[in-house]
């Protein structure tokens, strides 16, 4: 069945730490992955995105994410966390088969400052 | 608009009670999406339309789910008979394309928070 999992339920890190989200997919065919961000008291936006080309993404706000094929994996990294990017981190994947996008359970990240 | 609206924002509702959460997409959006978010986990999806047309509704947990959109862009969904298990967030997300499963960006709106008693 197709799936997305996340594996840190919880990331507290220090300001200037480096950051990274495990993501891991179960998709055959084509599949395209997301990573969306919410913020404290916002909405879901999107951080970045990956459906064909360079498997290294750049996103928004210094994030950077690497599709692996061969490990079916899409981590989200950032070299340098700063106190705002407290927040909860949703990989997410489609695919040209289906009409939904499926979601991770959510990673939250505390930046202490 | 600018983004996606819903509302309520919050709705309490006691067992048994039919409610009706509204979703209004981004002008001009095709394509328009509900899902559901249980306490700590990620969104669920529900359902999918592309205008008015509801093409996929898989992911509705049960007959009392009901979704439309009539002219192809406000869209409602009905819980009738709500249970306590139907508490959550139900987020609804529009996207610009016609094409579901897409690399399009989904946009999501706030969210309504359903509290059921």
């Known amino acids: 069945a197709q799936s997305v999992s996340q594996h840190n339920h919880h990331v507290i890190l220090s300001e200037a730490a480096s950051l990274e989200l495990g993501c891991n997919y179960s998709?055959?065919?084509?599949?395209?992955l997301f990573w969306y961000v919410q913020y404290p008291g916002q909405h879901l936006q999107l951080l970045l995105k990956?459906?064909?080309?360079?498997?290294l993404v750049k996103g928004i706000k210094g994030f950077e994410a690497e599709f692996i094929k061969s490990k079916f994996s899409f981590n989200l990294r950032k070299p340098s966390v700063q106190w705002s990017d407290t927040a909860e981190y949703f990989c997410a994947a489609t695919s040209n088969n289906n009409n939904d996008m499926r979601f991770g359970a959510g990673t939250r990240l505390t930046v202490k400052p | 608009g600018a983004g996606v609206s819903q509302s309520p924002r919050y709705k309490v509702a006691k067992r048994g009670q039919d409610v009706a959460l509204r979703c209004d997409p981004i002008?001009?959006?095709?394509?328009l999406f509900w899902y559901q978010q249980a306490l700590g986990q990620g969104p669920e999806f529900l359902t999918y339309f592309q205008n008015e047309a509801q093409l996929d509704k898989s992911g509705l947990p049960s007959d009392r789910f009901f979704a439309e959109r009539p002219e192809g862009s406000v869209s409602t969904l009905k819980i009738q008979r709500t249970q306590q298990e139907d508490s959550a967030v139900y987020l609804c997300a529009s996207s610009l394309t016609r094409t579901s499963g897409s690399a399009e960006t989904q946009y999501f709106g706030p969210g309504t928070r359903l509290l059921v008693l």
């Open positions: 998709y055959g065919g084509t599949v395209n």
């Open positions: 002008s001009g959006h095709v394509s």
């Open positions: 990956y459906f064909s080309g360079d498997p």
